[in-house]
C-alpha cells in the first residue's frame, strides 16, 4: 500500500524556521517525481517545490525560492521541505506528494495533478506572532 506520512508542522514567529517531513512507504522515493503543496484558507492549492525524478533536478515556485528548501533521503525513504525566513502569508497546510516518474515537475506547478498522485495527510503550519 502507497503510503505518505507527513510530521513537522505547527506554529512559529515570522523569520522563524521549520522543517516538515514526508515519509514514503509502499515505493521508493527516488524513483518518483515528488513535490511539496500548500493551501491556505480560501485560496487555491498551490504547488511550491519539486524533485524531478529524471535527474534529481529542484524546483521551485516564486513565492518561496531562496526561502524554502526541498530534499531527500533515499535511505530513510523520506522527503524534507526546510523552511527559512517564514512570513505569515505561509500559513497554510502543506502537503507532500509523489507521481510517477513519466510526469515532470511543470505538473507540480499547474492547475492540476494526475489522479495517480499519492498524497500525504496534510500538516498545519502557521506563522505568527
Known amino acids: 500500500q502507497l503510503q505518505l506520512v507527513e510530521s513537522g508542522g505547527g506554529l512559529v514567529q515570522p523569520g522563524g524556521s521549520l522543517r516538515l517531513s514526508c515519509a514514503a512507504s509502499?515505493?521508493?522515493?527516488?524513483?518518483?517525481?515528488i513535490g511539496w503543496f500548500r493551501q491556505a484558507p480560501g485560496k487555491e492549492r498551490e504547488g511550491i517545490s519539486c524533485?524531478?525524478?529524471?535527474?534529481?533536478?529542484?524546483y521551485y515556485g516564486d513565492t518561496v525560492k531562496g526561502r524554502f528548501t526541498i530534499s531527500r533521503d533515499n535511505a530513510l525513504n523520506t522527503m524534507y521541505l526546510q523552511m527559512n525566513s517564514l512570513k505569515p502569508e505561509d500559513t497554510a497546510v502543506y502537503y507532500c506528494?509523489?507521481?510517477?516518474?513519466?510526469?515532470?515537475?511543470?505538473?507540480?506547478?499547474?492547475?492540476?495533478?494526475?489522479?495517480?498522485?499519492?498524497w500525504g495527510q496534510g500538516t498545519q503550519v502557521t506563522v505568527s506572532s
Open positions: 506528494a509523489a507521481l510517477s516518474p513519466v510526469f515532470r515537475c511543470t505538473v507540480v506547478f499547474g492547475t492540476s495533478l494526475p489522479s495517480s498522485a499519492s
Open positions: 509502499g515505493f521508493t522515493l527516488d524513483s518518483s517525481t
Open positions: 524533485i524531478s525524478a529524471s535527474d534529481g533536478s529542484t
